[in-house]
């Protein structure tokens, strides 16, 4: 998956473009089911519309030496995303109006974008804004706008039934490692793995250019969407190898926020739980009124909340090898749980007699029933209205253990699926 | 508003008779919309009879001097309310079984009534009944009891709907100041404020006798009061300059529990909250079952659980018109909070492009949408399901800051009002 | 009580046989209305089948000597229930597959059983078994299969409405006192007092053996126990002295859970609660899936819970006749209880006049209402949606510190039973 990452990385990325779509078929080299989707510019899509498509070719400042102070090339966040095309000297003073840099870490390059403003506009370090002498810069910026189309991703593996479970990620973020390759690179070789699976619920993953690219999305799927997707995981910033994080989706009860916070709980319980309120990337769309998505949000260090975020100190050394595999090791876990997430019910009215079937002591003395505990206890409260999920946390049994339980009672004939 | 307070605290008030109408003429020189409505000693109220009027001329005791040791016109309380004509001499011993007085404070005149039993009374310091010498005394009441009315006042300020806001207060209590002249002149006053808006709301203020009065006025309006009114406040002891205090409707959750909660909370954050078990005004009525008005009680000191409640030290200097004027701006700011909260809708699915609406920066970098967090939280939010307290809690914003950011967004015509 | 139990414990039981039918037989002659039913062996009920009649006659260890090590004439427990015959010469060391020990609780012998799987077996202290020099040892079991029948004993006491309290208890298991001579001695004796009141509910008593008596019993009556029974209680290990125990159903929320826990949070406020996780009596099947009755369980030292549960310990010094009497005592308050516990609803709106009914002093003053405090609050909370132990909580009264003011409303008509 690094490797992978490592691939990606270079590629300057922003919401519409050849970045884009060079990433994807890059992806698509890896999971050959990953189809690639253009809507046209100026698409009405709900209250937006779809951008022109913009081409970087060159950006730079160069000092009265000739000298290149910076060059989008050397680093992607040195240009502001969809600048206008500028070709001016200015002075040190005025040079201000067309930098960015984020005073609170002044070693970092910010991320900056203007998508629906026309600016022109360069990104620096504090410390290197602040160590340009005086004397005349020339801005150069050699820029496109033009109507073309704005791409996405999207695999669809099929399962038994047309119920879905969705992945979301974004593939619109220059010169980033954690926000946003990892993303694009977990969910890739999440959707390899789970190629392979006989699944009852499909599985569809979405790479897409972040709020336009979903909102496009939503307003062409919507009404099959609603119909289908049974729960919704917005994936970002999922290489770090720090604490994970979740986001509650609106209404904080889907069967999206009870599966994550059920393998998260069991399997990294120092995870961070956020609310609606910290919301911030796609599952703003997911979950808006209206649309009413079972969505929310997996990372490791969450969008906002790390010092790295949005910045150039949030490179392909700030994720690793490691903190990719885990977490889609956690992605891999979520499939399992909703795959086994089912209501049964008892087929047999009082306890059946488990003796006979090699499920209970034949001998019966006090200290002697304890590893049949569990099965006992999922008959006992197996009545057609709690799913796995809730048993596990009335029964204190891991989900994956109970699975297990149930399994050997429905091989029995004890219990059904409602 | 303590002007008022200060005209209408000498006249001698009881649940019937001339007091009542002189009161309540002075409060309509006020506010002119206030009307005044009678109901005849003897009409049948669900389980009470009206009673007869009772006048009340001269009642004191005289020593073997001639000397008057108490006499009502001093201090109104020194008379029990509703006492029988009486003309005798008694011993220093006999006195005592026609003198109440408050033994746990001896220092103060209690407030005694009988209403419903024949009874001659006087009321007296502890202290002063205990400084009377042996001797003779003339007890000497000049009370009449006839066919009479009644009386209530009533002030209805109609809004763009029939749906209500109702205010209820008593004025059969005599010479007390928080206990009660305070409930009426706030209430007079609030009328007076309330006249000059345009609302939504019809506001109904309601002056009764305590208990009789308000079993009279269900009696006659419970078909109307349960259709029309969307919240209810008994208004009492509102005048000093102490505590607010909130007492609970039966169950806990009307509008008017939490617009009162709400305001308090962000507002006097230190109010004391009690249950309906603590209930003790015309609550009592309206909140009883089968009636299921929601009505909560707003007060400063409450009923029952201050010292000087109901005895000769709740006179005019416990009250002030600071203590009243702060009262009177936390009623203002129910109605205004209860005018605004609706339940909102978004206008379009998934979140508008703000930007060009000038609700959010063009410029896409960390760290710049602070100030706009609470206007896309209130989007994020809005289905239709919350009304603005709702939101206000969720959204661990003032509700009157979130009133203005719904203000805009409905002028941007982003939500509707379901 | 206590004279009873000493009566029934030296007989020996098992889940069939003459024990059950004897011990049945000296209930009966204590509450003449206490009938025996019989299920023929091989009967199926549900998963199960009635197993065969089981008689013992002789089992002991004897060795080279002739000495009895062991006989099961002086303590039942060392015989396993429902061993197969046997007569066999076996060392000291083979010894060890036929005898079962408490290896946790050296000095007591433990209670097994092998109803389902054929085997012989006895029962000692691990002390003893361990003090037993090398040599030969004979074993003999002189016991008996045969299709006789499974035996209970159900006592009805038919009160107003076919509406049912039903008391399950068991009378299966040999040689112990808490358990389970305690459960059938006690309920017998409940019974008795009961026979002499007027009640709307119909009492039921089932002395069942455990399990297969319960699942027997459930299989021929669910649906009239589903129409009629309104609270189930399971009654076992209610004659020791220590503190009481509650053993929720699946839900928890039955009538039965709660009047028992209102009568154990007011009487014993020490009680130990244990969740339905914690079952191990005849509620696993009153409470399972489909079967759905509201039982609990009523125990002072909960099952599996004390050290002496299921050995030679829980003899008939570890109860006592105040243990019993005191149990007695907690079920005919949950008797009495929910014999009150209705729904009421007050018949007049707004207050009622109390003063004129004696209900209320007719002197206004304060502090002179406190008494009529319960009567009040009781009025003003009947909205016919609270039964009496809702009541009694909501008002912080003691439960039958209520139905003395509910009797005393009832009887002035200003409340009716909904």
């Known amino acids: ?32 089911f990953l189809k690639i989707h253009e809507m046209l510019s100026g698409t009405k899509v709900f209250d937006w519309e779809v951008p022109k498509e913009w081409e970087i070719r060159e950006a730079y400042i160069e000092n009265e030496q000739g000298e290149k102070v910076i ?37 970092v390059i910010p991320y900056v974008t203007s998508y629906y403003e026309k600016r022109s506009g360069f990104c620096m370090s504090q410390q290197m804004m602040r160590a340009l002498p005086e004397g005349n810069y020339h801005l150069y910026i050699d820029s496109a706008f033009y109507d073309g189309s704005m791409t996405w991703g999207e ?25 946003e390759v990892s993303g694009p690179c977990v969910l890739t070789f999440l959707a390899k793995r789970l190629m392979q699976q006989d699944r009852r619920y499909t599985c569809r993953f979405l790479f897409l250019p ?28 999922v290489g770090d190898d720090r604490q994970y994080s979740y986001v509650s989706s609106r209404t904080g009860d889907t069967l999206a926020d009870r599966a994550l916070i059920q393998i998260l709980k ?19 769309q997911y979950c808006a009124p209206g649309v009413d998505l079972p969505f929310c949000v997996f990372c490791r260090s969450k969008f906002h909340e790390y010092k790295e975020y949005h910045t150039s100190a949030d490179d392909l050394s700030f994720i690793s090898q490691e903190g990719m595999e885990h977490s889609l090791q956690i ?88």
């Open 1 to 32: 998956m690094y490797r992978l990452a490592k691939k990606i990385f270079p590629i300057y990325r922003s919401i519409t473009g050849e970045g884009v779509r060079e990433t994807l078929r890059i992806l698509a080299e890896e999971c050959p």
């Open 266 to 284: 069991e399997n990294c319980p120092d995870y961070v739980s956020y609310s609606y309120l910290q919301r911030g990337s796609d599952e703003r």
């Open 210 to 237: 972040e709020t336009i690219g979903s909102i496009a999305y939503i307003s062409r799927h919507l009404a099959q969407m609603q119909k289908n997707i049974r729960a919704g995981f917005v994936v970002t910033c």
């Open 331 to 418: 992605l891999l876990k979520i499939v399992q749980l909703l795959e086994y997430n089912r209501y049964y019910k008892t087929t047999i009215l009082c306890e059946p007699q488990l003796g006979r079937r090699g499920l209970y002591p034949t001998i019966g003395q006090k200290g002697t029933y304890d590893d049949v505990r569990v099965t006992q206890n999922f008959l006992a409260y197996a009545d057609g209205t709690h799913d796995l999920m809730e048993l596990s946390n009335l029964l204190h049994v891991p989900v994956m253990e109970l699975a297990q339980a149930a399994d050997r009672l429905y091989k029995k004939r004890l219990i059904k699926i409602v």
């Open 71 to 107: 060059d989008f090339r050397q680093n992607h966040l040195h240009i502001v995303g969809y600048s206008q095309p500028l070709d001016v000297w200015v002075t040190r003073e005025e040079l201000q109006t067309y930098v960015y840099t984020q005073p609170d870490q002044p070693d």
């Open 155 to 179: 695999i669809v593996l099929p399962g038994q039934t047309e119920e879905e479970i969705c992945f979301s990620t974004n593939i619109c973020h220059p010169g980033m490692g954690n926000n």
